[in-house]
């Protein structure tokens, strides 16, 4: 499945921003989607999910308190709501197809990387 990724920008300390996952997949409403970050010189990471129905959410626990995932099957969009962004939130941020909550052995990732929206927060 292929998603678009939008909302990113540059932010201060403590400032917010809300990023927009959408698709025209036709069967989005059956598919838990989760935020992935990728920042400088590591590897992707599990951020947030939620299910398909929106009922089930999951966070990482540098997150958990700060962000807030939700989702519009009527408009084939999941949102992440990031508050109190600090500069350790610096990523590329991504969705893709995942599992929620997250699977024993950490998060799953199921489709192909797009081309992500930046994050950029300064101290």
């Known amino acids: 499945v292929q998603f678009v990724e939008s909302g990113g920008g540059l932010v201060q300390t403590g400032g917010s921003l809300r990023l927009s996952c959408s698709t025209s997949?036709?069967?989005?409403?059956?598919?838990?989607i989760g935020w992935f970050r990728q920042a400088p010189g590591e590897e992707h990471k599990g951020v947030s999910c939620?299910?398909?129905?929106?009922?089930?959410?999951d966070y990482a626990d540098s997150v958990k308190g700060r962000f807030t995932i939700s989702r519009d099957n009527a408009k084939n969009v999941v949102y992440l709501q990031m508050d109190n962004l600090k500069p350790d939130d610096t990523a590329v941020y991504y969705c893709?197809?995942?599992?929620?909550?997250?699977?024993?052995?950490?998060?799953?990732?199921?489709?192909?990387w797009g081309q992500g929206t930046q994050v950029s927060v300064s101290s």
């Open positions: 893709q197809t995942t599992l929620c909550p997250r699977g024993r052995d950490g998060w799953y990732r199921f489709g192909s």
């Open positions: 997949e036709e069967t989005f409403e059956l598919l838990a």
């Open positions: 939620v299910s398909k129905n929106g009922g089930v959410t």
